[in-house]
């Protein structure tokens, strides 16, 4: 029994899905970004995840950049794995740093919810 699809009845079908909105891929990018942000996630891997999926372009980096609350994700992310206090050596502010990094969020994300000093110009003591 042969069960080859016409291409043409293939394509007429797509078309009319994505006609009746049931096929969108913008819909599919935004709902993708904001549940891999929910599962702790950052920006970056979320973008290579979508790569690996075969979708790029506008689209993508357009839903990455506009998701509201990467921030709020990072900390969700941080707190479960370490709990609710910052590191307080480097040991543990490095360890923090690395997983983070993994997750796939930026190193000014993760040096922002972490409470690092990230200004260069201030008065060290010296």
Avoid at 63 to 78: E, F, H, M, N, T
Wanted: no cysteine; hydrophobic share 40%.
């Amino acid at each position: 029994m042969d069960r080859g699809y016409d291409a043409a009845v293939v394509g007429a079908v797509l078309e009319r899905l994505r006609a009746e909105k049931l096929l969108d891929d913008q819909r599919y990018v935004e709902n993708y970004v904001a549940y891999r942000a929910a599962r702790g996630h950052g920006p970056i891997r979320v973008r290579a995840d979508l790569r690996k999926l075969g979708v790029e372009g506008e689209q993508v980096d357009a839903s990455v950049d506009a998701y509201p609350d990467w921030i709020a994700q990072l900390k969700r992310a941080r707190k479960k794995k370490f709990g609710t206090s910052l590191p307080t050596d480097y040991a543990g502010l490095a360890r923090q740093m690395r997983f983070l990094g993994y997750r796939g969020f930026t190193g000014a994300q993760i040096r922002t919810a972490l409470d690092f000093d990230t200004d260069l110009d201030t008065d060290s003591g010296l």
